[in-house]
C-alpha cells in the first residue's frame, strides 16, 4: 500500500471518527443541531476522500467520469451543510445569499447527472498516469463543460455569503468562531475551488486534493465545537462550585434567620414556584418535600386574611414597597397560627417583577396577648378607645360603639378628633400633643365640662381618664370614656323637684303665712285709717295745725309702703322663682329681724316668746333673701309647733347667730320635746314626719335651700331638753372665693 492510499484513507478515517463523535453527542442531546450538521460535514468530508481515492486510481475516462461525477454528491452535502452550520451557529450571514447558493448548488447537482460524464468536464478523453509520491495516479484530460459555470456562479454566491457572515460575527466581537469557523471555510473554500477549476481547465496536471481542504475546513469546526463542549464543562463545573457555594450561604443564612425566629421564602414569580426555607415549611405545616406555588399558600391561609394578604401581594408587585402583613394560618390539625410577613421585590429591565422574598415570623404568641386585651377592653362597661401618636384610633370597644354611633370599621385609622364637637378640635390636638411629652394616668380636662360629637352630631357629656400603653405599635393612650348624660340628668331632675318642694313648702305654708299677713296689713291698714280720720278731724276744725297734719300724712306714708312691702313679700313667696337668682349681700341679722316681724302673729297665737342673742358685727352672706327667710321661718315655725304641749312659761325660743369656722351660723332653740337619736338625720328627709297634719317637707326644703347656699344645717338636743337647729352659711369673703 503507497502511502497515498495511506493518507487519504488516514484522511477519511479522521473525518469518520468526527462524525460519529458528533453524531453519537447530537444522540445525547437533541436539541443540539449543530453536532448532527458538523456530523454531516465530515462524513461528506470522509466520502469526498474515498471518491478522490478512487479517482487516482481509475483505470478509464469512463470510470473516471462516473466517480467524478458521484463525487459531487458529497461535495453538495456538504456545501449546504456547511452554509446551514454557519446559519445556525453563527447566526450571521444574509439568508437570501445562503437560499441562492444552496439553489444554485442543488442544479449543478442536477445538471451534473444530467450532463456526460459531469458538470465539470464535456468530455474526458484520455487519462494521463503520473508519477506520484512512489505511486502512480490519473489524471484527467478532456474539454471543460460549460455547465461549471454555473457551478463557479455558486461559488460566488458561496464566498460572498460567508464573507459576509464572518464579518457579521467579527463585528460581534466573537473574533475566535469569525477566524476558526468563517475563515478555515473562505480559506479552504477558495483553495478547493481554485485547484478544480486550475484541473479541470487543464492549466494543472495533477489528481483532486481537495478531501485535504475538506479536511482543514472539518478540523477547524471541530476545533471550535470541542472548544465549546470545554468551555461550557468549565461554566458547568464553576456553576456547580457556585451552587455549591449559593447553598451554602442559603443553609448559613436559613440558621442565621432561625436563629432569631426568622423564617426565609422566595417567590419566582415568572414560574409561580415559591421556595419555602424548613423553618417556613413547619410554620405553615406543610412537608419538606411538598411542591409549592401562590395556590397552595393561598389555601393555608385563614379565608378571612385571604383578601389581606392578596392586597399586600398586589402592591408589593406594583411599588415593590415592602408591605408587612398580619394574617391566619390554618394548620393541617387545624390549630390557628399568627404568622408576620415581609417582603421585597425584584424587577427585570422592563419594570417587570420577577422575584419576591423575604422573612416569616411567627406572631401568635403577641396576636394572643393583643387578643385577650381586646377581649378585657371590649367587655369593660365604659367605652374604650386607644389611640396612636398621631391621634388615630387603634382599638375601640363595643361600648364606644354604642356611646358614639359609629361602626367599629368607621372608627379604627380614624383621626379622635372626629368624635370631638367642631369648637373644642383646636384644643384637643394640642392636648394630644402635650400629652404624649408627659404620658401618664389622669383624667382629661380636669374641671372642665366635656362632650364627645356622635355620628348624629349630637353631643353627649362625657368623663375621660387617660392612661399610657406601650404597644408593638409604640406608645398608645387607652382612653376610658364614661357617658354621664344620665348623671347630668339626674342633677337637674334632683335641682327641678328642689324647685318644685320649695313651691310647695310656699304653698303649705300659705295657710299659715295668710293669717300673720293678714295681721301684718291690718296693722297698717289700721294705721292708715285712724291717721286719715284724724286728719279729717283736723281739717274739719277751725284752725288747722299743718305740721300736725304733715305728721300724720307722713305715718300714713310710712304705714303704706309697710303694707306695700308686705305685700311685695308675699308675691315672692308664691312666686316659682329658681334658686340663686336673686342672690346678694345679705345681713343675717336683718333676716332674723325680718322673719320675726312675720312671725309676730304666730308668735301670738302660740303664745311663744321669743329671745335673740345676735352677734354684732357679723360678715355678711351671700344669698337669697327671700330663701334664707324661708328657712328661718320654718325652723321657728316648727319650734312653736314643738312647744305646743309645754306650758306657757316654758314656751320659749332662742334665736342666736355667730361665727364658726370661718361660716356665719343661725341657731334655734326650742324647749319642746328632743329628737331621738336615730331621727337626727332623717328628719331631713323628704316627707319624713311625725306630725298628723305634716307633710314632711318643710327641713327637706330648708335643707335644699341651705345647700344651695353652700352651707350646712343640722340638729342637735339640748341638755335641758327640747332641740336646736343650727344653719351655716359661708361668710361672705369665702363665698367670694369659692365662686372664682
Ligand atoms: P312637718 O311638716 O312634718 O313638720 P318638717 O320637715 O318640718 O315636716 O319636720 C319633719 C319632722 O322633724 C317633724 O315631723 C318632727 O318629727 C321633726 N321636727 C322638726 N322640728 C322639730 C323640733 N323643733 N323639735 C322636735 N322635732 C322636730
Not at 444522540?27 to 466520502?47: D, M, Y
Not at 456562479?153 to 467579527?170: Q, R
Not at 456547580?240 to 426568622?262: C, H
Amino acid at each position: 500500500m503507497s502511502w497515498i492510499t495511506i493518507v487519504w484513507s488516514m484522511n477519511a478515517a479522521a473525518c469518520l471518527t468526527l462524525a460519529s463523535i458528533f453524531f453519537v453527542a447530537w444522540c445525547k442531546q437533541r436539541e443540539s443541531w449543530v453536532h448532527l450538521i458538523f456530523s454531516c460535514i465530515a462524513l461528506a468530508a470522509a466520502a469526498i476522500a474515498v471518491f478522490e481515492l478512487q479517482l487516482i486510481h481509475a483505470d478509464t475516462p469512463q470510470e473516471y467520469g462516473a466517480i467524478l461525477r458521484w463525487r459531487y454528491v458529497p461535495v453538495w452535502a456538504l456545501v449546504v451543510s456547511l452554509v446551514g452550520f454557519t446559519r445556525l451557529y453563527l447566526r450571521a450571514g444574509r439568508s437570501w445569499l445562503a437560499w441562492s447558493a444552496c439553489g444554485l448548488k442543488t442544479l449543478t447537482l442536477i445538471l451534473n447527472f444530467i450532463s456526460t460524464p459531469n458538470v465539470h468536464y464535456r468530455e474526458i478523453t484520455a487519462l494521463r498516469q503520473l508519477s506520484w509520491g512512489g505511486e502512480m495516479a490519473s489524471v484527467p484530460l478532456g474539454t471543460p463543460n460549460h455547465w461549471s459555470l454555473v457551478n463557479q456562479v455558486t461559488l460566488l454566491l458561496l464566498l460572498a455569503f460567508f464573507i459576509d457572515a464572518t464579518i457579521i460575527v467579527w463585528r460581534r466581537g466573537d473574533r475566535q468562531r469569525a477566524l476558526l469557523v468563517g475563515g478555515s471555510i473562505i480559506f479552504f473554500g477558495v483553495i478547493v475551488a481554485a485547484q478544480v477549476m486550475l484541473v479541470v481547465w487543464g492549466v494543472i496536471q495533477v489528481p483532486f486534493v481537495s478531501s485535504f481542504a475538506y479536511l482543514g475546513i472539518v478540523a477547524a469546526l471541530g476545533y471550535q465545537l470541542c472548544d465549546d463542549t470545554v468551555r461550557a464543562a468549565q461554566l458547568a463545573r464553576k456553576l456547580d462550585a457556585s451552587q455549591a457555594a449559593l447553598l451554602k450561604t442559603e443553609r448559613d443564612l436559613e440558621i442565621a434567620a432561625s436563629a432569631v425566629g426568622l423564617a426565609l421564602w422566595a417567590w419566582d414569580v415568572a414560574h409561580d414556584e415559591v421556595w419555602l426555607s424548613n423553618q417556613a415549611r413547619a410554620l405553615y405545616g406543610f412537608s419538606p418535600s411538598e411542591k409549592l406555588n401562590t395556590q397552595r399558600i393561598r389555601r393555608v391561609v385563614h379565608p378571612e386574611d385571604r383578601e389581606v394578604v392578596r392586597k399586600a401581594v398586589e402592591n408589593s408587585l406594583q411599588t415593590g414597597a415592602e408591605n408587612p402583613a398580619e394574617y391566619r394560618v390554618v394548620l393541617p390539625d387545624g390549630r390557628i397560627r399568627w404568622v408576620a410577613r415581609r417582603s421585597r421585590t425584584e424587577f427585570d429591565s422592563n419594570g417587570n417583577a420577577i422575584w419576591m422574598h423575604g422573612v416569616l415570623f411567627d406572631v401568635t404568641e403577641r396576636r394572643l396577648a393583643e387578643e385577650r386585651f381586646r377581649l378585657v377592653v371590649d367587655a369593660a362597661p365604659a367605652a374604650m378607645i386607644m389611640a396612636n401618636k398621631e391621634g388615630r384610633m387603634t382599638l375601640v370597644n363595643k361600648r364606644a360603639e354604642t356611646l358614639f354611633g359609629y361602626k367599629r370599621d368607621e372608627l379604627i385609622g380614624q383621626p379622635v378628633e372626629m368624635l370631638v364637637p367642631e369648637r373644642f378640635r383646636s384644643h384637643y390636638v394640642s392636648f394630644r400633643e402635650g400629652y404624649f411629652g408627659d404620658a401618664q394616668a389622669r383624667p382629661m380636662g380636669a374641671g372642665r365640662e366635656l362632650f364627645g360629637q356622635c355620628k348624629d352630631g349630637s353631643e353627649v357629656p362625657i368623663e375621660i381618664g387617660l392612661n399610657p400603653v406601650h404597644t408593638s405599635e409604640g406608645l398608645c393612650v387607652l382612653a376610658s370614656i364614661i357617658d354621664i348624660s344620665e348623671r347630668k340628668q339626674a342633677e337637674l331632675e334632683a335641682a327641678r323637684q328642689r324647685h318644685e318642694l320649695a313651691h310647695l313648702l310656699r304653698v303649705t305654708m300659705l295657710g299659715e303665712l295668710s293669717g300673720s299677713l293678714a295681721h301684718e296689713l291690718n296693722q297698717p291698714l289700721t294705721a292708715i285709717l285712724s291717721n286719715a280720720q284724724a286728719a279729717q278731724k283736723l281739717l274739719a276744725g277751725d284752725a288747722v295745725d299743718v305740721s300736725e297734719l304733715r305728721e300724720i300724712l307722713a305715718e300714713i306714708v310710712d304705714e303704706d309702703k309697710h303694707a306695700g312691702e308686705v305685700i311685695q313679700r308675699l308675691r315672692v313667696l308664691f312666686r316659682k322663682g329658681e334658686v340663686g337668682h336673686h342672690f346678694g349681700n345679705l345681713d343675717i341679722s336683718q333676716i332674723v329681724q325680718d322673719v320675726l316681724k312675720l312671725m309676730r302673729n304666730d308668735l301670738v297665737i302660740h303664745d311663744v316668746t321669743v329671745q335673740t342673742e345676735l352677734a354684732e358685727n357679723l360678715p355678711a352672706v351671700q344669698g337669697d333673701r327671700v330663701e334664707l327667710q324661708q328657712v328661718l321661718l320654718n325652723l321657728m315655725l316648727n319650734g312653736c309647733e314643738a312647744m305646743a304641749d309645754c306650758d306657757s312659761s316654758e314656751r320659749q325660743l332662742l334665736i342666736t347667730s355667730g361665727m364658726e369656722n370661718g361660716a356665719v351660723r343661725v341657731s334655734v332653740t326650742d324647749r319642746g320635746g328632743s329628737i331621738p337619736e336615730e331621727r337626727m338625720e332623717r328628719v331631713f328627709e323628704p316627707f319624713f314626719t311625725t306630725k298628723a297634719n305634716g307633710m314632711g317637707l318643710g327641713l327637706s326644703v330648708c335643707h335644699n335651700i341651705v345647700k344651695a347656699h353652700r352651707g350646712n344645717i343640722w340638729v342637735t338636743n339640748n341638755a335641758e331638753g327640747g332641740a336646736t337647729f343650727h344653719f351655716s352659711l359661708p361668710a361672705r369673703s369665702q363665698a367670694q372665693k369659692n365662686n372664682t
